[in-house]
């Protein structure tokens, strides 16, 4: 098993993936950012849409949302947050190397680094072929990750986050000559500890940006945040759009 596959990792440590701060950040950016604009009717596809962070400040924009994610208990906690919000949403347990649904969507999403999670690099990019197809002629996609050059400027540094009546422990390891990463996770609360690693293709701009084009899309643009600032030494993030033609 593959260490996405793994229901205990998004259950156990959702606290620390998902925390409340990063829902607020996402109702700001959906709606503030020029480049998650939608408007009422059009259809928005999330891939790996986790708890529907992203999938309910844009369907209450009046958006038809539909969100694909590979974990069950993901998609259970989506389906709380939409009734919670009291919005509408299509959720589909489903693997991204192989959704596909042509020429349906206006705008397809990847946020918070769910892209690169593939060891061979042709799945991540058939993860953008098919995101090509299922986007109607004019459609966009967009991904957003953390680019190989803004982990460059503080890898190395370990973290601890504080959760509830514990810690998490965090450390990343460059692996394969700087195209991949490890991120060990030891969570200590009282006298449980509990350990997970992540794994995930590290992308700089150019890289990221020819794998667009090589999946087929057009136009692609690199920002360093939802403000459409430049993807420079300030970065906060790198945020990919392409536009199938």
Known sequence: MDWYEDDDLWTGFAEVMFPPRRAAEAERVVATSPLLKVAPGDRVLDLACGPATHLVPLARRGAVVTGVDLSEAMLARAREACERAEVQARLVRADMREHVEPDTYDLVINMYTSFGYFTDPGENLAVLRNACISLAPGGRLLVDVMGKEVFAGWVGRPQAVDVDGGTVFMRDTVLDDW????????????????????????YSAAELQALFEEAGFT?????????????DNHARRLIVRGTRA
């Open 219 to 231: 136009g692609v643009e690199c920002f360093g945040d939802f403000d459409l600032s430049p993807y």
């Open 179 to 202: 195209t991949r990463v490890r991120s060990d996770w030891t969570w200590v609360r009282g006298n449980e500890v509990r350990r997970t690693s992540l794994h995930s293709t590290l």
